[in-house]
């Protein structure tokens, strides 16, 4: 079975950067493709990005100039990093497995990171 | 960006009704590269639907996708207790993937 478990710092300060990580078990992550998604309080589910199986990324257009995705695959481990960060990025940041052809089949709890001083 | 658009914001339904949930795409979604999920309060979101009108392993039958194209749409036959929660579309055709913002089904 499948599961994934966000960490990471749940206050940043502005202007800092926040870095998260996903542990994944019950599967390596080099056989499937896995994407970022946040959801600030109470609003919907924005797509940050994914990393293919072969280790290519994709980024939201609205973030790409901040964010960094990253796997590393001895550790069987996921990585989110976004630079500079506001208020704005206040959010419950999940980590998800790609299914299918991109549908997100299996996703972690969720972490919330708030961005204050 | 294909911009997915839901409605209605809110269903206001009685256990045993059905919900009829729609989601219309700015651009045609390729390959009917549609999914559906449902999210309850402070859990993640869980795939229902993919293809449109796939169901996803151990999702029951009460729950259906269809559509084409650019609208889809999400039924439930018969609500029961634990399906009054928010729901949401997402497109996978193209990039970005984007998501609508979703339809809260509440009871009644």
């Known amino acids: 079975q499948v599961q994934l478990q966000e960490s990471g710092p749940g206050l940043v300060k502005p202007s800092e950067t926040l870095s998260l990580t996903c542990t994944v078990s019950g599967g390596s992550i080099s056989s499937y493709s896995w994407s970022w998604i946040r959801q600030p309080p109470g609003k919907g589910l924005d797509w ?3 990393v293919s199986y072969s280790g290519s990324t994709n980024y939201s257009p609205s973030l790409k100039s ?13 990585s989110l990093t976004l630079t500079s960060v506001t208020a704005a990025d206040t959010a419950v940041y999940y980590c998800a ?19 204050s001083s | 960006e294909n911009v997915l658009t839901q409605s209605p914001g809110t269903l206001s339904l009685s ?19 549609l999914a559906w999920y449902q999210q ?24 259906s996708g269809s559509g084409s194209g ?20 997402q497109q996978y055709g193209s990039s970005p993937l984007t998501f609508g913002g979703g339809t809260k089904v509440e009871i009644k």
């Open chain 2, 70 to 89: 650019t609208d889809f749409t999400l039924s439930i036959s018969r609500l029961e207790p634990e399906d009054f929660a928010v729901y949401y579309c």
């Open chain 2, 15 to 33: 256990p045993g009704d059905r919900a009829t949930l729609s989601c219309r795409a700015s651009q045609s979604v390729s390959s009917n590269y």
């Open chain 1, 48 to 50: 940050i990005g994914s």
């Open chain 2, 40 to 63: 309850k309060p402070g859990q993640a979101p869980r795939l229902l639907i993919y293809g449109a009108s796939s169901r996803a392993t151990g999702i029951p039958d009460r729950f």
């Open chain 1, 66 to 78: 901040r964010v960094t995705i990253s796997r590393d695959t001895s550790n069987n481990q996921l």
């Open chain 1, 97 to 115: 497995r790609v299914t299918g052809s991109g549908n997100l089949g299996y996703w972690g709890q969720g972490i919330l990171v708030t961005v």
